[in-house]
């Protein structure tokens, strides 16, 4: 088991920037791909990126890219979203998970935090 704690979501303005993290306990921390997802109101959950166990391979939504930046610290046991250059579109709970392998669909990830709300006000 993988346990997973989200912290540092909150509310801000557009164009503004949040830095999310997300601290893990339990197994081996540094075996498994991280991944985030974000779920908005009445819509299904969604990819943001993924980054494999050595931080060697990140994958990005393209709604994303080149805005949020996916990172981890193996030592600290912890993942995190840089969200820069925030739009209202991206407000969500945002979720981290953890995978075997790199995955970009959510039923593949094994373990899931509770998630943090972000809120981007116009």
């Known amino acids: 088991q993988v346990q997973l704690v989200e912290s540092g979501g909150g509310l801000v303005q557009a164009g503004g920037s949040l830095r999310l993290s997300c601290a893990a306990s339990?197994?081996?921390?540094?075996?498994?791909?991280m991944g985030w997802f974000r779920q908005a109101p009445g819509k299904e959950r969604e990819f943001v990126a993924t980054i494999s166990w050595n931080g060697g391979t990140i994958y990005y939504e393209d709604s994303v890219e080149g805005r949020f930046t996916i990172s981890r610290d193996n030592a600290k046991n912890t993942v995190y979203l840089q969200m820069n250059s925030l739009k209202p579109e991206d407000t969500a709970v945002y979720y981290c998970a953890a995978a075997e392998d790199l995955f970009v669909v959510s039923k593949d990830y094994d373990f899931w935090g509770q998630g943090t709300q972000v809120t981007v006000s116009s």
């Open positions: 339990g197994r081996t921390f540094s075996g498994y791909a």
